[in-house]
């Protein structure tokens, strides 16, 4: 059973960085992709990035180009937001997703229905 846990929220002011943290366990991850998506208040998911385990294109959602990274941890399993330049309209749950994409060499999905585990948030509240 794949398990996602994330962590790292937390309340930082604009214009400060942050950077959570989706622990991954259950499976063997090479042949997934996995994502980030966030949800705002009011809001609907988002997609913030995505990438591919086993390496290739990494993608980004417009609002967060140039300011966030996501990244991966074979070692410890992990996949990592790294997020700076914080602005008040990033506050959102931050969840991490995963999907297997063995056979689909090319594919990176950024749709949260391409999805199919998820992990239950992380908060991160942007101060101005």
């Known amino acids: 059973q794949v398990q996602l846990v994330e962590s790292g929220g937390g309340l930082v002011q604009a214009g400060g960085s942050l950077r959570v943290s989706c622990a991954a366990s259950g499976r063997t991850f090479s042949t997934y992709a996995m994502g980030w998506f966030r949800q705002g208040p009011g809001k609907e998911r988002e997609f913030v990035a995505a990438l591919r385990w086993s390496g290739g294109p990494i993608y980004y959602g417009d609002s967060v180009k140039g300011r966030f990274t996501i990244s991966r941890d074979g070692a410890k399993n992990t996949v990592y937001l790294q997020m700076n330049s914080l602005k008040t309209e990033d506050t959102a749950v931050y969840y991490c997703?995963?999907?297997?994409?063995?056979?689909?060499?090319?594919?990176?999905?950024?749709?949260?229905?391409?999805?199919?585990?998820w992990g239950q948030g992380t908060q991160v509240t942007v101060s101005s």
């Open positions: 997703a995963a999907v297997d994409v063995a056979g689909r060499p090319y594919y990176t999905p950024r749709r949260e229905t391409d999805y199919d585990y």
